[in-house]
């Protein structure tokens, strides 16, 4: 009796290794596999949402970011809401402009000019100006003189900077 119930732990734990590991090796290669899904699990933020879960209590304040965007009647500011974190104020504040357009502004109206995938390099304010480094994907907006008063009228609108230079690849590609 006892030689069967051993066999039967045995063969337990031979299937719950076996399903676990294929449940581990399938997901990735699922995600891997179907672009579509791959691109909505990033849209999905889940690395944000995990980091805000086993961040700290300081870390999770929420704050409100207005950001400028282009509207069916001319410039609207909408406001969209951020977990900052550690960064400081102008990297939460770009990071909100750069996020994609929700459904709601989607269907208010609402556009960017600045091309979606646009990834912030870094950014830094001296004397009062902005100098905003972006990837190289900010030179294929339809509008990029659009697309950094943008960025310009956001950061004046929450930050008070009085200019804006645009860096992109190292090479100042605007500066207002």
Do not use: M
């Given at each position: 009796m006892r030689k069967k119930e051993r066999e039967q732990k045995s063969s337990f734990r031979y299937l719950l290794v076996l399903y676990i590991t294929l449940f581990v090796i399938s997901i990735p290669l699922l995600i891997l596999s179907f672009p579509s899904l791959k691109k909505s699990v990033s849209n999905s933020r889940i690395i944000e949402h995990y980091e805000l879960w086993k961040s700290s209590k300081e870390?999770?304040?929420?704050?409100?970011?207005?950001?400028?965007?282009?509207?069916?009647f001319g410039e609207k500011e909408t406001e969209r809401v951020i977990h900052?974190?550690?960064?400081?104020?102008?990297?939460?504040t770009l990071e909100?402009?750069?996020?994609?357009?929700s459904k709601d502004e989607k269907e208010n109206g609402l556009i960017s000019e600045i091309k979606e995938?646009?990834?912030?390099?870094?950014?830094?304010?001296?004397?009062?100006?902005?100098?905003?480094?972006l990837s190289?994907?900010?030179?294929?907006?339809?509008?990029?003189?659009?697309?950094?008063?943008?960025i310009y009228k956001t950061l004046h609108n929450?930050?008070?900077?009085?200019?804006l230079v645009v860096i992109v690849d190292d090479t100042i590609v605007i500066k207002k």
């Open positions: 870390e999770k304040e929420r704050k409100v970011i207005t950001v400028t965007l282009e509207g069916v900052p974190g550690q960064r400081d104020p102008l990297h939460y909100a402009l750069l996020l994609p357009l995938g646009v990834k912030l390099k870094g950014a830094t304010i001296q004397d009062n100006i902005a100098f905003v480094s190289s994907d900010f030179l294929l907006s339809d509008d990029t003189d659009g697309a950094a008063e943008e929450n930050l008070g900077v009085d200019g």
